[in-house]
């Protein structure tokens, strides 16, 4: 019995993972069980009597052989019911590694290990796949080809990676590149519409308080794309365009409201946004009652009729 088992992360998450989790629990469970079985190895190739799986997972027949059907048909583990022996193809690259020096210290377990499942019709899959980058001796190679129930990759050896992962970084670059230019091409008012409307509304603004209060409540108008760029389409009826509330906010810069005490007034351009003031002009100022207007001659008249009555 292994002291201990390795597992990645990636096992949960995964492409192969996902498509076992979505089979159901009982095959996720038993993806995880031939990883971690008291009878498995670090090769990924070993005995493992039916009996024996169905006492310590507590499964039925019935539900052991399903779930092993999920699990050959996403690649992931294969029974030989005549041997009694499984085979998980990525086990050894995760307990073992891609590659295996000579002078490793797990070899000879390795190889003790393989020639007790040279019957396993399996075996020559496992050949194909570790042969080259685990160095396996020339005796162990098998005499029958490798099944064609799956389509093995081979595990490349660290050079052969390398320069995969050189194109692999290439590409990247090329598309990383790519991107770049696009952004390049977008025209600066695409790029940066919203500072420059904080910049406009700002320097109009007749309150310079809490400069920074009032970026963050552009941004969050922006984000929830109740304030939009004027090609943009309205997602709903209380968002503006740059254009409306650049002239809304001129607007209220007019106003007698603002205007007055030289902006004393007016409230913070943050403060503004958060409100929505946007999304209507200042009110239309009601003209004052101009009092009807008293000549000289009136007045001098009124004044001698007061003195009359008084005497």
């Known amino acids: 019995m292994r002291d201990y088992a390795q597992i990645s992360p990636r096992f949960w ?44 997972l507590a499964f039925s027949a019935a539900e052991f052989q399903a779930a092993m059907e999920v699990l050959s048909r996403v690649n992931f583990a294969f029974y030989d019911r005549e041997v009694e022996m499984v085979f998980v193809p990525e086990m050894g690259r995760y307990q073992v590694g891609a590659t295996l020096n000579a002078n490793d210290k797990r070899r000879p377990r390795i190889l003790k290990a393989l020639e007790a499942c040279r019957g396993c019709q399996y075996y020559a899959l496992f050949w194909a796949k570790y042969s080259v980058a685990w160095l396996l001796p020339a005796d162990l190679k098998p005499t029958q080809d490798a099944p064609s129930v799956i389509e093995t990759q081979p595990v490349m050896p660290l050079a052969a990676r390398g320069m995969q992962q050189e194109k692999e970084k290439e590409k990247e670059k ?35 308080l809490y400069e920074q209060e009032a970026q963050r409540a552009l941004f969050d108008e922006t984000r929830t794309c109740r304030i939009r760029p004027d090609r943009a389409a309205a997602p709903f009826e209380r968002s503006r365009t740059v254009s409306e509330v650049l002239a809304c906010h001129a607007a209220w810069c007019a106003s007698e409201r603002w205007k007055e005490g030289n902006g004393k007034y007016a ?45």
Do not use: C
């Open 13 to 56: 998450v995964g492409k192969t993972g996902r498509e076992i989790r979505e089979a159901g629990r009982d095959a996720q469970l038993l993806a995880s069980y031939l990883m971690t079985s008291p009878s498995s190895n670090m090769i990924g190739l070993y005995y493992l009597p039916v009996p024996t799986v169905l006492h310590e």
């Open 174 to 208: 090329e598309q990383e590149n790519e991107n770049e230019k696009r952004v390049r091409e977008k025209s600066r008012d695409d790029q940066d519409w919203e500072g420059q409307l904080f910049d406009r509304l700002f320097q109009a603004h007749p309150s310079k």
């Open 267 to 311: 409230p913070a351009l943050g403060k503004w946004l958060k409100n929505g003031g946007y999304l209507n002009p200042p009110p239309t100022p009601v003209p004052e009652k101009v009092p009807i207007g008293l000549d000289s001659a009136r007045l001098g008249q009124l004044d001698r009729l007061k003195e009359a009555r008084n005497q």
